[in-house]
Every structure is written in structure tokens, then in C-alpha cells.
């Protein structure tokens, strides 16, 4: 892709209005666009993978999680939540 705009939307299943969840403004002549949905159907099987690599591997399995939210998000969470409520 070369310069231009780029958006990323929700529309609710059954109708309602479409939310801009992302614009962005894209420069110079080469960009990429990744957008992906990470479900937690597959956390089993993830953890499987990982710890069963760890122990084939024989090294010590370190995890670390934490919940962030970006302050360009946070308009989207806070409006996720009264939808919610």
C-alpha cells in the first residue's frame, strides 16, 4: 500500500451503529496492515504447545501477563463497557 488512510470498524451482529474501533494515516510509499482477533478458544491448546516445548527444550518456563490498554483505546473500552452495561 502506499500513503492514504486506513480504518478499522465494528458492526454489531443484527444491526446498530458501525464504531471506528482505529484511523490511521499512512505515509510514504510502502506501509503494511496487520489486524488480527484473538479469540480464547485456543488457549489450551497454546498452553499445551508452550509448556510442551519448554519441557522438550528443558528450559524453564517464565509467563507473564498483563492487561494493557493503550490511551488510544481507552475511548473504545470505556464505550465496550456501557454497551456492556
Known sequence: C???TVETTFS????????????????????HVVL???PLDNVVDLGHIFYSRCLEKRVTPYVCTKKTVFRWQERWVDRQQCAQQ
Not at 16 to 29: E, M
Request: aromatic fraction near 4%.
Open 2 to 4: 502506499g500513503a492514504g
Open 36 to 38: 488480527y482477533h484473538n
Open 12 to 31: 454489531p451482529e443484527g444491526g446498530g451503529d458501525v464504531v471506528v474501533v482505529d484511523r490511521r494515516t499512512l505515509t510514504g510509499d510502502v506501509n
